[in-house]
Every structure is written in C-alpha cells, then in structure tokens.
C-alpha cells in the first residue's frame, strides 16, 4: 500500500518578547510553577500618587521536565561565565538590600506590638 504523505499545517503562536524583573517558583505534588513578572513605574501627571503596571507570565511544568530546565540553564550559565566572566549580584542591588536592611532594623525597634488579627 503506497504511503500518502500529507502535509500538516502547523500554526504558532508567538509569545511576545518578556523582560522579567522578578520570579516566584512554586510546586505540587504534580507540577512546578514559574511565574515571570515585569513591574514598571508608571507616570499619570493627573494622579500624585506613584503607580506601577504588572505583567506576569507563568510557566507551568512537570517535575521532570523542571529538572530538565535546571540542567539547561546550569549549562548556559557556565558557559556564559566562560565568556564573560562570573556572574555577580549588581553593586546597586547590593546598596539597596544594605539600605532595606538597615530600614529593617530601625523599624523593628520602633514596633511594639504586632496585632494578630484572631478574634
């Protein structure tokens, strides 16, 4: 019997371009989830109040497959830092941590009571 090779349309949909800021990860039993946010200020000159857009996107996969992206990205990674050097944390984001931190301190010394909220 001769084979019919059919052609198959495949149709992609595109995703578009996500500069992600920030990641949570979290897990089940059956499954890992990534969730990619991007927080960007915003200006409206009509308001006084700063405000902020938040866009996310979540990825959602099998362990299996999460382990498999570990591998991925241990393996970019490394051979980033053979081109480039290692990866360090940004002086910027090692002065904010040191002011939040100190902020930290000062108000815990200010707090007397925290409330509970249980009846």
Same mark, same amino acid.
């Given at each position: 019997?001769?084979?019919? !090779?059919?052609? $198959?349309?495949?149709?992609? $949909?595109?995703?578009? #371009?996500?500069? *992600? @800021?920030? /990641? =949570? *990860?979290?897990?089940? #039993? ?6 990619? !946010?991007? $927080? =960007?200020?915003?200006?409206? #000159? ?20 999460? !382990? /498999? ?17 290692? $990866? !360090?944390? #940004? ?8 002011? @939040?931190?100190?902020?930290?301190? *000062?108000?815990?010394?200010?707090? =007397? ?7």
């Amino acid at each position: 019997m001769p084979e019919h !090779k059919e052609p $198959i349309n495949i149709q992609i $949909i595109d995703g578009e #371009p996500f500069f *992600a @800021h920030e /990641m =949570t *990860a979290n897990f089940t #039993p059956t499954q890992f989830s990534f969730d990619f !946010k991007c $927080i =960007t200020p915003r200006v409206d #000159p009509r308001s006084k109040k700063p405000s902020f857009l938040l866009k996310h996107n979540v990825v959602m996969v099998e362990p299996y497959h999460a !382990k /498999m992206i570990l591998g991925v990205l241990n393996n970019v990674i490394k051979k980033y830092e053979e081109e480039y050097g290692t $990866i !360090k944390k #940004p002086k910027a984001v090692e002065t904010a941590e040191k002011k @939040h931190k100190k902020a930290m301190a *000062a108000a815990k010394d200010t707090i =007397t009571e925290v409330p509970t909220y249980l009846g």
